[in-house]
């Protein structure tokens, strides 16, 4: 895995998209990153669309 959010692996895209529709405005989550080879966990806050 190279990519995820809070704690949920993501394959492509469209899994991305299932995953923020799940949260709510102002929820904490973290999003990995895969960064020269290593995973790295950035911190976001979910907004409204």
């Keep these: 895995m ?3 959010l809070t ?3 993501i ?3 469209y899994e991305y ?3 923020l529709r799940g ?3 102002g929820d904490r989550i973290g999003i990995v990153v895969l960064r020269e080879g290593e ?3 950035l911190p976001a806050v979910s907004g409204r669309r």
């Design 2 to 4: 190279g990519f995820g």
């Design 11 to 13: 394959g492509d895209l």
């Design 17 to 19: 998209t299932c995953a």
């Design 39 to 41: 995973r790295t966990t």
């Design 7 to 9: 704690g949920r692996e």
């Design 23 to 25: 949260r709510d405005p």
